[in-house]
């Protein structure tokens, strides 16, 4: 998959016990459908990848994921 470096997003949120969280959000170059969020807690690293017309709903489904950690 090849992302568009200028499209790439920082998106973050605070888990459930207080702790912020930064996700970083990259776009496909091409037709800017697919979209990966990435993530570290603790010893964990999560991803979420999927087609997103809007590129709202993959970043906004990691943050409620990360709002839902303790």
Do not use: C
Not at 10 to 15: H, R
Not at 34 to 52: C, N, S
């Amino acid at each position: 998959m090849d992302y568009d470096e200028a499209l790439n997003e920082t998106w973050g949120s605070s888990t459930a016990s207080g702790q912020y969280i930064t996700v970083s959000v990259q776009h496909e170059r091409n037709n800017e459908k697919m979209t990966l969020a990435v993530w570290e807690y603790k010893e964990y690293r999560f991803a979420i990848m999927g087609e997103d017309d809007s590129k709202v709903v993959i970043p906004k489904a990691a943050l409620v994921v990360i709002e839902n950690l303790n």
